[in-house]
T-cell receptor, first 110, second 111 residues
Framework: QKEVEQNSGPLSVPEGAIASLNCTYS??????FFWYRQYSGKSPELIMS????GDKEDGRFTAQLNKASQYVSLLIRDSQPSDSATYLC??????????FGKGTLLTVNP | GVTQSPTHLIKTRGQQVTLRCSSQ?????VSWYQQALGQGPQFIFQ???????GRGNFPPRFSGLQFPNDSSELNVNALELDDSALYLC????????????FGNGTRLTVT
């Protein structure tokens, strides 16, 4: 099992819909998780950090963490074409190594 | 923020390359990642207080340095075609709760 897995995508949603992105991880010692957005040819930019079980909301974005089930998700409400990008899940592990998932390409159609 | 140079670079197989990074002020940890097209970033190594304290599955021809003035380098010897990728530098505060802050990356093409 890979350390961090993301739903393969690509994911396509209409403008105004909710986009749901998921990530599972194998290391139960993982304490922190981060969602990054990466536009084509650009570097990743931090969207959300989440450290404890439950939901964390920031504007149109909601991160959800369930440590018992070892998954973390990102919901984007009222999706906009500008949200079209690759979304990367980053696991902050119990050691020095921070591990990325492969990423999910999201396309929001006008 | 984090700055990287150069933005783009073209090298020939077998050559050596040095990529540079300036960390965000106050950050004491720098990590380097390689990102091939269509893939997530792959961890190369991390430096904390000028010493390597973690390494991913990369051969020894990938090496690095971190300097006291918040700058760092990634060196790659004996370049191979598969080394063509976007190289990302990220700085952070030491500790597993700290997110990574990325530079704009260096696009390396090996011909």
């Amino acid at each position: 099992q890979k350390e961090v897995e993301q739903n393969s995508g690509p994911l396509s949603v209409p403008e105004g819909a909710i986009a749901s992105l998921n990530c599972t991880y194998s290391d139960r010692g993982s304490q922190s998780f981060f969602w990054y957005r990466q536009y084509s040819g650009k570097s990743p930019e931090l969207i959300m950090s989440i450290y404890s079980n439950g939901d964390k909301e920031d504007g149109r974005f909601t991160a959800q963490l369930n440590k018992a089930s070892q998954y973390v998700s990102l919901l984007i409400r009222d999706s906009q074409p500008s949200d079209s990008a690759t979304y990367l899940c980053l696991r902050g592990g119990s050691n020095y190594k921070l591990t990325f998932g492969k990423g999910t390409l999201l396309t929001v159609n006008p | 923020g984090v700055t990287q140079s150069p933005t783009h670079l073209i090298k020939t197989r077998g050559q050596q390359v040095t990529l540079r990074c300036s960390s965000q002020s106050g950050h004491n940890t720098v990590s380097w990642y390689q990102q091939a097209l269509g893939q997530g970033p792959q961890f190369i190594f991390q430096y904390y207080r000028e010493e390597e304290n973690g390494r991913g599955n990369f051969p020894p021809r990938f090496s690095g340095l971190q300097f006291p003035n918040d700058s760092s380098e990634l060196n790659v010897n004996a370049l191979e075609l598969d080394d063509s990728a976007l190289y990302l530098c990220a700085s952070s505060l030491e500790g597993r709760g700290s997110p990574l802050h990325f530079g704009n990356g260096t696009r390396l093409t090996v011909t």
